[in-house]
C-alpha cells in the first residue's frame, strides 16, 4: 500500500467537515477537497443529491467542478481527489476524465465502491489515464459517519 502524504490527513479532515455538512440536508454523509500540488484545497464538494435533487450531485463531482473552476480548465494534472468514502463509477470516471494524479479515500465501499472494491475502473489499462489510489485515510471516521447515518 502506497503511504500517505501529510496534506492528505489535512485534506481528509476538510473532507469529513463537508461530510458532517452533509447531514444537514439528509444528504449521505461523503465529502471531497481537492488538493493541488502544494497541498492546497481548489475546490470542495459534499453529497447534495437531496438538497439540490441532482442525481451527480456527489462530493467529488462538485469538488473536480469547483477545481476546474478555480484552475479555469478541465484538466486538474498535478492534484488529488481526496473523499471520505471510495468513489462509485460515476465519480471515479470523473476522476479519471478530469486527470487527477492520485485518489484518496477514507472507507472502502464494498457495494458500489470503483477504486478497488467492487469495481476498479480508475486502474483499467484500458484506459489512457490512471491515477494512482490510496485508501484508508482516516478509515474508522469516515466510515462511522455513514454507519450513524445509515442506522448500522
Not at 496534506?7 to 473532507?15: F, K, T, W, Y
Amino acid at each position: 500500500m502506497t503511504p500517505f502524504l501529510p496534506a492528505d490527513l489535512a485534506a481528509m479532515e476538510s473532507a469529513l467537515e463537508q461530510a458532517r455538512l452533509a447531514l444537514t440536508t439528509s444528504d449521505v454523509p461523503v465529502g471531497a477537497v481537492v488538493i493541488d500540488q502544494t497541498g492546497a484545497v481548489i475546490g470542495v464538494g459534499r453529497n447534495e443529491r437531496e438538497a439540490l435533487g441532482d442525481p451527480t450531485a456527489h462530493a467529488e463531482v462538485l469538488a473536480l467542478r469547483a477545481a476546474a473552476t478555480h484552475r479555469g480548465e478541465w484538466r486538474l494534472s498535478g492534484c488529488s481527489l481526496v473523499v471520505t468514502l471510495e468513489p462509485c463509477t460515476m465519480c471515479a470516471g470523473a476522476a479519471v476524465l478530469a486527470r487527477v494524479d492520485r485518489i484518496v479515500f477514507g472507507a472502502h465501499d464494498e457495494k458500489a465502491g470503483a477504486a478497488g472494491s467492487m469495481w476498479d475502473l480508475v486502474r483499467d489499462r484500458r484506459l489512457n489515464h490512471r491515477p494512482e489510489v490510496i485508501s484508508g485515510v482516516l478509515a474508522e471516521e469516515s466510515a462511522a459517519l455513514l454507519r450513524e447515518f445509515f442506522g448500522r
